[in-house]
């Protein structure tokens, strides 16, 4: 997915203003609450998918392989702290 949205709009991002693209990306991540407040099912869907192509474009902006990044953080093994899946973390 990375890749795809790096093809479609890197070249698009990198000559506009860095925080307009953050911006652009809190304006998404607003849309998508309001989506999720009202319980609408296919504003959902499209909510979803603008905010991972804004957070996908602001990591090919700053040079981040987020698929890297997530399994470095969330492990394929079990969670980070107490190595289960699910999780059985007491601390929250």
Same mark, same amino acid.
């Given at each position: 997915?990375? /890749?795809?949205i790096? %093809?479609?709009?890197? %070249?698009r991002?990198?000559n506009r203003?860095?925080?307009?693209?953050?911006?652009?990306f809190?304006?998404?991540?607003?849309?998508?609450a309001?989506?999720?407040?009202?319980?609408?099912? *296919?504003? $959902?869907? /499209?909510?979803?998918?603008?905010? $991972?192509?804004?957070l $996908?474009?602001l990591a090919?902006?700053?040079?981040?392989?987020?698929?890297?990044?997530?399994?470095?953080?969330?492990?394929? /093994?079990?969670?980070?702290?107490?190595?289960k899946?699910?999780?059985?973390c *007491?601390?929250?």
């Amino acid at each position: 997915m990375q /890749e795809h949205i790096k %093809q479609l709009y890197l %070249q698009r991002d990198q000559n506009r203003p860095l925080i307009q693209n953050i911006l652009k990306f809190i304006e998404e991540i607003g849309e998508l609450a309001e989506a999720l407040l009202k319980n609408e099912k *296919t504003k $959902l869907e /499209e909510e979803f998918a603008d905010v $991972l192509a804004w957070l $996908l474009s602001l990591a090919n902006l700053y040079n981040v392989n987020i698929e890297k990044a997530f399994y470095d953080k969330y492990p394929r /093994e079990g969670c980070s702290k107490c190595g289960k899946t699910p999780c059985r973390c *007491t601390d929250f």
